[in-house]
């Protein structure tokens, strides 16, 4: 009696090519996202429009970076998953070492790989996405608080500090479409975690993807049991006959 028993993941090329197609559409996306609804449209009779503008791109441009680092970030987090995942094979192998020598019943054994594999592999992705999100949230408190020096120095350039601020407490420079800015000069905190939100949301779905790529596949035929464990750049056979384990490269 033959049975079989596969976990397989995603082709490495076929990765590489996600990976670009995703990143180049979350960037459009996020960019056309922020402009379409986060920059209001500033009406007011008086010159200080023009300081006043001078503050939204400002708030563009760097948001726009806030995409940038984050998606950067994301990426290397991805790298160091891969090396990860290939300790993971390492740790397999010695598990199905001492399974092996424990537990003679071919069954229980492959059942164990598969078990144990899972279990690692979800570990490991909770632990990747909470540093990711730890990260990201660095991130933007560092840019809101750059973002809240960069509103001063623009004010103190223009020397217009006092009659911009009467303008902005008096509702003469208020936008005709609210967007989530609430106000011209308020520090978009809300806006960039919304983005940054999306962007973390649609990168998951690429790290997940990414990560899923350790698998294995076993068989057993009589009292031998094949088991092949593999990840991006390695791959490990094993076969056991009578309770015996041969180890041999695939």
């Known amino acids: 009696m033959k049975t079989n028993l596969q976990l397989h993941g995603v082709h490495p090329e076929n990765i590489r090519k996600d990976n670009v197609v995703v ?13 379409t ?3 209001p449209i500033v009406k007011a ?17 760097l948001e726009v970076v806030v995409v940038v680092v984050v998606v950067v970030v994301v990426v290397v987090v991805m790298k160091v998953l891969v090396v990860v ?5 390492v740790v397999v192998e010695l598990v199905i070492a001492v399974v092996v020598a424990v537990v003679v019943a071919p069954a229980v054994v492959v059942v164990v790989v598969v078990v144990v594999i899972v279990v690692v592999v979800v570990v490991v992705v909770v632990v990747v996405v909470v540093v990711v999100v730890v990260v990201v949230i660095i991130v933007v408190a560092v840019v809101v608080v750059v973002m809240e020096v960069v509103v001063v120095v623009v004010l103190v350039v223009s020397r217009r500090q006092d009659s911009l601020t009467y303008l902005l407490r008096q509702g003469e420079a208020q936008p005709i479409s609210p967007g989530p800015l609430s106000c011209v000069l308020q520090v978009p905190a809300l806006d960039i975690i919304s983005i940054v939100s999306l962007v973390f949301l649609l990168l998951l ?11 294995t596949s076993a068989s057993t035929k009589g009292s031998t049991v094949y088991i092949h464990l593999s990840s991006r ?6 076969m056991i006959s009578n309770s015996e384990i041969v180890s041999r490269g695939v």
């Open 37 to 39: 609804l986060s920059t």
């Open 233 to 238: 750049t390695t791959a490990t056979g094993f």
């Open 45 to 61: 009779e008086h010159t200080v429009v023009v300081e006043v503008v001078i503050v939204q791109l400002i708030f563009i441009v």
């Open 85 to 89: 995942l290939e300790v993971v094979v």
């Open 23 to 35: 990143v180049v559409v979350v960037v459009v996306v996020v960019v056309v996202v922020f402009f």
């Open 205 to 215: 779905l690429l790290l997940i993807r990414s990560s899923l790529y350790c698998g």
